[in-house]
């Protein structure tokens, strides 16, 4: 399929909660990664099916939410493509360390959406 989701991730407000819900309630095993400047990134493992990752809330004093992911073969003609379309650029293009590149945008109908592009092998 042309296009999957290929990574959920939470936005939340306290992360060690999250974490410890989300791990009771699923088994889902977590592993944190160190982002730099203090910031960790706690990646989910979910067996089978889409995994994801959950950090604490980039931005301070909005709520905790999910966010998808959908894969694309080039970030940049993507998210160019979707504003063309009446979306709106969150978040432009960025580079996510070694992994690839994202970019959030908001459709026309108010709905988020991460755009996501790994860096070529």
Same mark, same amino acid.
């Given at each position: 399929?042309?296009n ?21 309630l699923?088994?889902?095993k977590?592993?944190?990664?160190d982002?730099?400047g ?26 905790s939410?999910w966010?998808?992911?959908?894969? !694309?073969?080039?970030? %940049?003609?993507a998210?160019?493509? +979707?504003? &063309? /379309?009446g979306?709106? !650029?969150i978040?432009? %293009?960025?580079a996510v360390?070694? +992994?690839g &590149? /994202?970019?959030?945008i908001?459709?026309p ?6 755009l ?5 092998e």
């Amino acid at each position: 399929m042309a296009n999957p989701f290929v990574h959920v991730e939470l936005n939340t407000t306290d992360l060690a909660s999250a974490k410890t819900f989300y791990q009771t309630l699923f088994g889902w095993k977590l592993h944190d990664e160190d982002m730099g400047g203090g910031m960790t990134y706690t990646m989910i493992d979910v067996g089978e099916g889409t995994g994801g990752g959950m950090m604490t809330h980039p931005m301070p004093g909005q709520p905790s939410h999910w966010l998808p992911y959908v894969l !694309v073969d080039d970030i %940049v003609a993507a998210t160019a493509k +979707a504003k &063309s /379309l009446g979306a709106t !650029v969150i978040r432009d %293009v960025m580079a996510v360390m070694e +992994a690839g &590149s /994202l970019s959030i945008i908001k459709d026309p109908n108010g709905a988020v959406l991460g755009l996501w592009q790994p860096k070529a092998e």
